[in-house]
T-cell receptor, first 118, second 110 residues
Framework: GAVVSQHPSRVICKSGTSVKIECRSLDFQATTMFWYRQFPKQSLMLMATSNEGSKATYEQGVEKDKFLINHASLTLSTLTVTSAHPEDSSFYIC??????????????FGQGTRLTVV | GQQVMQIPQYQHVQEGEDFTTYCNSSTTLSNIQWYKQRPGGHPVFLIQLVKSGEVKKQKRLTFQFGEAKKNSSLHITATQTTDVGTYFCAGTSGTYKYIFGTGTRLKVLA
């Protein structure tokens, strides 16, 4: 299957600082990437949909000025958590869909980023 | 908005027993996908169902899509310790945006 690389896998930052998370599709072009947030033992909550070359679409309740998403190329999307606070601590996961596949619906997930804000 | 619920939330089974998780959507789905997430890992795609009443099998796993395309199930026959993890369904009503179910966490006791 296709590979999505997410970096970093773990990050600890001080309250008030910003953290950037990268999501790369390594062997395919991704028209659309999705960013999820997962609290311990809970489901994946969709935060935003990122389309190459256009603005991200944020889900209701997600602050777009706090969670900045950039999808500058067909292989890279970034999520920046700005002015992070302890309540932003969570597991963030990206997923991508291959524009070349016929059904174009199977999602490939990155390994996730465990963010801890202290 | 669209909601996708799964039951049960947790299931502990003895190795060799069967296991089933059920997925119910508040809206009609165009297709549904199933994922498995191992503890500490990321979701891994298992299968996609598209047609009403569709049944697909992968070795000991049987996936079913309801006739009304609002529910789905995953059945594992003769569970093994390697089946441990959380199983999520994820459905879409026609866009590329998938809503994940609440998940069922499976523990298999050896």
């Amino acid at each position: 299957g296709a590979v999505v690389s997410q970096h970093p896998s773990r990050v600890i930052c001080k309250s008030g600082t910003s953290v950037k998370i990268e999501c790369r599709s390594l062997d395919f072009q991704a028209t659309t990437m999705f960013w999820y947030r997962q609290f311990p033992k809970q489901s994946l909550m969709l935060m935003a949909t990122s389309n190459e070359g256009s603005k991200a679409t944020y889900e209701q309740g997600v602050e777009k000025d706090k969670f900045l998403i950039n999808h500058a190329s067909l292989t890279l999307s970034t999520l920046t958590v700005t002015s992070a606070h302890p309540e932003d601590s969570s597991f963030y996961i990206c997923s991508a869909r291959d524009r070349g596949r016929v059904m174009n619906t199977e999602a490939f997930f990155g390994q996730g980023t465990r963010l801890t804000v202290v | 908005g669209q909601q996708v619920m799964q039951i049960p939330q947790y299931q502990h089974v003895q190795e060799g027993e069967d296991f089933t998780t059920y997925c119910n959507s508040s809206t009609t789905l165009s297709n549904i996908q199933w994922y498995k997430q191992r503890p500490g890992g990321h979701p891994v795609f298992l299968i996609q169902l598209v047609k009403s009443g569709e049944v697909k099998k992968q070795k000991r796993l049987t996936f079913q899509f309801g006739e009304a395309k609002k529910n789905s199930s995953l059945h594992i026959t003769a569970t093994q310790t390697t089946d441990v993890g959380t199983y999520f369904c994820a459905g879409t009503s026609g866009t590329y945006k998938y809503i994940f179910g609440t998940g069922t966490r499976l523990k298999v006791l050896a």
